[in-house]
């Protein structure tokens, strides 16, 4: 079964941040895709680019609005994600306990629903 794992942390903290402790902070995340390809479970991963750069859309009553930034501000933000294939939601959880980000910040742990060719959960 396939889970995402959403990475929440702080983006200022990286900002913050010399290039040589950036190039340090790098690592953990090298070494967790890594890992996370030699168990198998790898399916994809990225990181996002920071909130600044972000559009929130919506669309209400035929009229599309745009706004400059995430929907809502917070203290962590959504800053990358990786897409896991394991058997179970506790191996999803163990994966997400082993993340850089569960060190800095918040993992959130989601199955992906997966639809039939009629568009019916399967």
């Known amino acids: 079964m396939q889970y995402m794992l959403l990475i929440y942390g ?14 340090a902070g790098l690592e953990p995340w090298t070494d967790y895709t890594k890992w ?5 479970a790898y399916v994809a991963g990225d990181a996002l680019a920071p909130t600044t750069a972000a559009t929130t859309v919506r669309t209400r009553e035929g009229q599309t609005m745009t706004t400059d930034g995430p929907f809502a501000e917070t203290k962590e933000q959504l800053g990358g994600y990786y897409l896991i294939d394991v058997d179970n939601l506790d191996d999803a959880i163990a ?11 918040t993992m959130e742990v989601r199955p992906v629903q997966s639809y039939d060719d009629e568009g019916n959960p399967s």
Do not use: H, I
């Open 10 to 23: 702080d983006e200022n903290a990286w900002e913050g941040m010399s290039p040589e402790e950036q190039a």
């Open 95 to 105: 994966a997400a306990a082993k993340c850089p980000g569960a060190f800095m910040g």
């Open 36 to 40: 996370l390809k030699e168990t198998g």
